[in-house]
């Protein structure tokens, strides 16, 4: 049995590019944002979909929403498809972490990197292929909203691309990443896809 996972970076907000954001509550979609999402309904609701994931945070769960609502399809909160725990980073500017001992090996050795909160990059990537496995059960064609890093990081896993070289991987915010999982084999049909193509990965469209 084949499935097909759809991973989608949530829509632009206010902290994306000067602060992490990390698990805070009430970061929301901006304006940039919202139109994102209302893209990705378009561009994804023509996908013979069977189910809707997203992390717990309003940014992730936001972006999902008007394809749930397109597809009239429930949104499963998923806690595995989370940002990374980022502790007592979380919220502080980019500026100020570039001054933080921690910060430089964090960015240039993930394979052994931890944040404050002792959440290593292969906790990220063991947690995401545990609900990608659960999910594979019982669905074909599931879409993921979910952060940047952790969708670089399970792209990188597939592609086997050491965790230490991941940051070579671009995942823009709204964009699209697409794995196809057997039972004996992966293949990784597309990464940081625009929905603004005219036509994304055409042989998956519904044929009414």
Not at 146 to 175: K, Q
Request: aromatic share 8%.
């Amino acid at each position: 049995m084949t499935t097909i996972f759809v991973f989608v970076r949530h829509g632009e907000n206010d902290l994306i590019s000067s602060r992490i954001a990390g698990r805070q509550n009430g970061v929301h979609l901006n304006e940039e944002g919202r139109k994102q999402a209302q893209k990705i309904a378009d561009a994804l609701s023509r996908f013979p979909i069977d189910a809707i994931c997203s992390g717990p945070l309003e940014r992730a769960c936001e972006t999902a929403a008007p394809l749930c609502q397109r597809l009239e399809l429930p949104l499963q909160v998923a806690e595995e498809f989370n940002e990374i725990d980022f502790g007592r980073w979380t919220n502080v500017s980019f500026v100020d972490l570039a001054k933080t001992p921690e910060w430089q090996p964090w960015n240039s050795f993930r394979s052994f990197g931890v944040t404050p909160n002792d959440e290593m990059m292969i906790d990220v990537q063991a947690r995401v292929l545990r609900k990608m496995r659960q999910l594979r059960v019982s669905h074909r064609l599931v879409v993921v909203f979910s952060h940047g890093d952790v969708i670089r990081a399970i792209v990188a896993y597939f592609l086997g691309t050491p965790l230490d070289l991941f940051l070579r991987i671009m995942i823009n915010s709204g964009s699209i990443s697409l794995i196809e999982t057997g039972d004996d084999f992966a293949r990784v049909r597309l990464v940081n896809g625009s929905v603004d193509a005219e036509d994304i990965l055409p042989e998956l469209a519904r044929r009414d």
